[in-house]
C-alpha cells in the first residue's frame, strides 16, 4: 500500500463547492467515463487530504457530482509502484462546463482526449438551454409587451 496526497489549489472558479476524488475500484458503486469507482473523499478550496491506495496501476478522477460527471470530470492516471503519490490541482473558470477541476501537470493524451470528450458533451448540452432560453425570453417579451 501507498499513500496518495491530493492538493486542491486555491481558486476562485468553483471555490464554494466541494469537489469529490475518486479512484477507480472494480467494486466500486460509481462509473465515470465507462470505469468504475468509489469515492476517496472531498476536498474544500484550498484544502489537501492523503488516502491509503494500492500499488497497481489506477485512474483518479474529479467530480462535483454525480448529475455533472459525464462532462465535468478530470482523470489522471496513477502509475504502478511503491512510492507515495502527490497531484494537486484547481477549479478552472468555464462556466459552459461547469467550472472543472483539473489536475496539475496532466499533459498525458488520454487526458487530452477525456477533456476534448467533456467540451463536445457540455456543448450538446448548452446549446439546447441556450435555444430555449432565447426562445422563451423572446415569447414572454412578445406578449408581455
Known amino acids: 500500500m501507498r499513500n496518495l496526497t491530493v492538493k486542491r489549489r486555491k481558486a476562485f472558479a468553483g471555490c464554494l463547492g466541494k ?10 458503486d460509481t462509473n465515470i467515463n465507462g470505469i468504475p469507482c468509489r469515492l476517496l473523499g472531498k476536498l474544500k478550496n484550498k484544502e489537501c487530504a492523503t488516502y491509503e ?18 462532462y465535468c470530470n478530470d482523470c489522471y492516471t496513477i502509475p504502478a509502484g511503491e512510492e507515495d ?15 472543472p477541476f483539473l489536475f496539475d501537470g496532466n499533459s498525458s493524451e488520454e487526458a487530452f482526449n477525456n477533456r476534448q470528450q467533456n467540451k463536445k458533451k457540455a456543448m450538446m448540452i448548452m ?11 423572446f415569447l414572454i417579451g412578445y406578449y408581455l409587451l
Open 19 to 28: 469537489v469529490k476524488i475518486y479512484i477507480e475500484d472494480a467494486n466500486g
Open 127 to 137: 446549446i439546447p438551454v441556450m435555444i430555449v432560453a432565447v426562445i422563451a425570453g
Open 85 to 99: 503519490i502527490e497531484v494537486s490541482g484547481a477549479a478552472k473558470l468555464n462556466p459552459f462546463m461547469g467550472n
Open 53 to 70: 491506495i494500492g500499488n497497481e496501476s489506477l485512474k483518479l478522477f474529479a467530480i462535483y457530482d454525480k448529475m455533472s460527471k459525464g
